[in-house]
């Protein structure tokens, strides 16, 4: 059984008030149209063809080879949309799956049951449907005395008693495909100006041909989006669908509401996240850490057993057993090694901290390679900017850094040297020495000097 996919995408997105194409405003961190395409992947037989209009530049970059396009030069209807792809898509397979791009939280089981429903009987299509109390603009799906569907009828067409009616389409189907495209040159222009895909069940219906209905029972899955109102209605409905997979996965959740998770982050057993907690992008997080409250990552990989206390982490690595915060920020580039520790206000970035280091307050540490057990005594700063270039700082095991030292790098450190406090150190300083003073220098020399 071979299916295509057709995904619609050239709508404007009026409703959405945005310069950006409806389909690619992001939800849970990813275009809407991702997830369509994603849902495509798993039901379809061959790349799906995504119909673009609208933004069909942005789109298609979007997209990059992850589908085939068809374009539809002006947006007239859905019916007009699939009819754009009939030269792509037409013939090649025994189904055609249609959905709209946005409808995101629909399950790739439930379109696989669409499919398997269609191709167990003789009708030329069988449309999802879903019944709801508020109705949202949806087509309304008319049923005759028998029960079996006769209609779509879109709100602004319909009677009020047809307006009464609570189960609505979906906007996701499965037609034979050797019935779908003849059929479509039959739609009429609706008194909108446009062609709609969903006169098919009427056509279908004349035909004397009968049409199945699969009702989706999660009523989140068929949210379609049109206004950034149903866009936070989605971003819910995802998150908590997120959030409940990773409670059931191990993960403790003090406050689900207040925990935003990216469909694309990964997280291990028995690790807390504490209310108010952002996890964005490609972040892996390993078994038995604490995560927030407070605390914002994007992109970072954390090991095991670590604790991350209100703070913000963007583009780092954690690896086992690092404690830090409150109110530590990592950026692009920063890897603390195994036990590492970090304290209130320090900034690390594009740096490695060695195992066992210790940075408890104030600091802030670029372009620096740093070994074991160093201890960066308060204040400790990298002058890692001339006002033109970056220079590197390199420390070594076992050193001791004074409070409020300035590191002017280019400068190195050698292993078990020792800094003062408030020492400006712009020269590099040998293994074993302590340096003092402003520009810093070693300790036994001004001794030496003093005849001491
Ligand atoms: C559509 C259905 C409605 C259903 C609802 C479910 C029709 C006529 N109506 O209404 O019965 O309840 O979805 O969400 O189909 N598009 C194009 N080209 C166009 C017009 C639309 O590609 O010319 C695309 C849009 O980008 C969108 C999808 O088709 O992805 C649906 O269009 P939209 O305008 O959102 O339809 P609804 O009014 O929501
Ligand atoms: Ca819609």
């Known amino acids: 059984m071979k299916v295509t996919a057709v995904i619609l995408a050239a709508g404007q997105g009026t409703r959405m008030r945005s310069a950006l194409p409806k389909v690619l405003h992001p939800l849970g961190g990813r275009p809407l149209l991702q997830y369509s395409l994603d849902l495509a992947a798993k039901v379809g037989s061959a790349s799906p063809v995504v119909v673009v209009g609208h933004g069909a530049d942005q789109v298609r970059e979007t997209v990059g080879d992850k589908a085939r396009f068809a374009v539809q030069e002006q947006q007239l209807g ?37 499919v398997n429903r269609q191709a167990s009987n003789d009708g030329p299509l069988t449309m999802l449907t879903v019944k709801s109390e508020n109705p949202r603009g949806f087509g309304r799906v008319v049923r005759g005395a028998d029960g079996s569907v006769t209609a779509i009828v879109e709100e602004a067409q319909a009677t009020p008693e047809q307006l009464a009616i609570r189960e609505l389409n979906a906007g996701a189907y499965c037609f034979r495909d050797a019935w779908l495209w003849p059929a479509l040159r039959r739609v009429n222009m609706s008194p909108k100006g446009e062609y709609y895909l969903t006169d098919l069940v009427e056509i279908a219906v004349a035909e004397g041909q009968v049409v199945q209905a ?29 959030n409940t997979a990773w409670m059931e996965s191990g993960v403790t959740m003090i406050d689900p509401a207040t925990t935003y998770i990216d469909a694309s982050v990964q997280i291990g057993r028995d690790t807390v996240i504490w209310p108010n907690t952002c996890l964005y992008g490609e972040t892996v997080i390993g078994e038995g850490c604490e995560i927030g409250p407070n605390t914002m990552i994007h992109d970072t990989l954390i090991g095991n057993r670590c ?53 408890g307050h104030f600091s802030y540490i670029g372009n620096a390679n740093i070994g074991n057990e160093v201890n960066i005594g308060a ?56 340096v003092v003073g402003v520009p810093a220098r070693p300790l036994y020399k001004s001794k030496e000097k003093d005849g001491n």
């Open 307 to 359: 604790k991350v206390f209100a703070s913000v982490l963007e583009k780092a690595e954690l690896e086992d057993g690092v404690d830090m915060g409150p109110f530590a920020r990592l950026r692009k580039g920063a890897h603390l090694a195994e036990g590492v520790h970090m304290g209130n206000f320090g900034e690390v970035k594009d740096s490695y901290l060695g195992p066992g280091t210790k940075m």
């Open 78 to 114: 859905t019916a007009n949309a699939v009819q754009s792809a009939a030269a792509v898509a037409a013939g090649e397979a025994d189904y055609v799956v249609v959905i709209s791009a946005d409808m995101p939280l629909l399950r790739s089981e439930t379109l696989q049951e669409l």
């Open 214 to 242: 699969l009702v989706a029972e999660d009523k989140c899955e068929t949210i379609g989006i049109n206004t950034r109102v149903h866009l936070s209605e989605a971003e819910t409905a995802l998150r908590s669908r997120i």
């Open 379 to 434: 204040g400790t700063i990298t002058c890692n900017y001339d006002g033109k270039h970056k220079h590197q700082t390199e420390i070594g095991d076992h050193v001791f850094i004074g409070s409020d030292t300035m590191l002017v790098a280019p400068v190195k450190i050698g292993a078990r040297a020792r800094t003062g406090a408030g020492a400006v150190v712009t020269r590099d300083i040998a293994a074993d020495t302590t």
